[in-house]
């Protein structure tokens, strides 16, 4: 038996524009995906005849329960519709960024006192929410990848208070064709949060560093 079961399939909950990304970035690595959204599996058909044979649509539970790693990218204001059983032990990605425009206000939100990805492991209590691909427009995932090694590598941030589920999501971000930053546990993911320095451009990791260390709180700005 080795340490992990080999990953086959990611779930996604949410097929927005980050979500059907990371469903071809999926596809084109060889994972099998299960898709799924608030407005039903057959909303999803064009995006699974376009992905082929290895993509179905379902609904959120059962792309919670059928993905080894899940990749939660719903809007913010929905991150409680999240099923919480079908996601006990697992690895979840958490893409999620905060407009209030959006998503109403949210007091510990506006006060700083908690994170986006926070929010979410505490719906999660028994999942390993890892914040990932939240800070890269969603085109560029598909266009921004390069083989490791490549000089100047573009390179996405983590954060994450489980290390093994961390590096799951690394493993997995290195196939996508980007470098990896570790911006630490999950409290400190508001350093790539929008309005930071890091959250947009592209940078390569050593870039990427000095972007986190510049961060500011909201506050302070």
Do not use: C
Request: proline share 6%; net charge neutral.
């Amino acid at each position: 038996m080795g340490t992990h079961r080999a990953m086959k399939t990611i779930g996604l909950i949410g097929a927005g524009h980050i979500g059907s990304q990371l469903a071809r970035l999926a596809v084109a690595n060889g994972y099998d995906v299960v898709l799924s959204n608030s407005r039903g599996p057959q909303t999803l058909a064009p995006l699974v005849k376009e992905l082929g044979p290895r993509a179905r649509a379902a609904t959120p539970e059962e792309a919670a329960q059928a993905g080894d790693l899940v990749v939660v990218t719903v809007p913010l204001k929905a991150y409680r519709a999240v099923p919480v059983e079908p996601l006990a032990g697992k690895v979840v990605i958490d893409t999620d960024n905060y407009y209030p425009e959006r998503d109403g206000h949210l007091r510990e939100l506006d006060e700083e006192t908690t994170t986006t990805s926070e929010l979410l492991q505490a719906h999660l209590p028994r999942s390993k929410v890892v914040k990932a691909f939240n800070h890269i427009y969603a085109a560029e995932l598909t266009t921004h990848g390069q083989p490791k090694g490549t000089p100047n590598r573009r390179a996405l941030v983590i954060a994450g208070d489980d290390d093994a589920a961390k590096a799951v999501v690394g493993r997995l971000i290195d196939q996508f064709g980007f470098d990896v930053v570790d911006a630490g546990p999950l409290r400190e993911g508001w350093r790539i949060q929008r309005d930071t320095p890091g959250y947009g451009p592209r940078r390569n990791a050593e870039e990427l560093r000095r972007d986190l260390a510049a961060a500011k709180r909201y506050a302070e700005t």
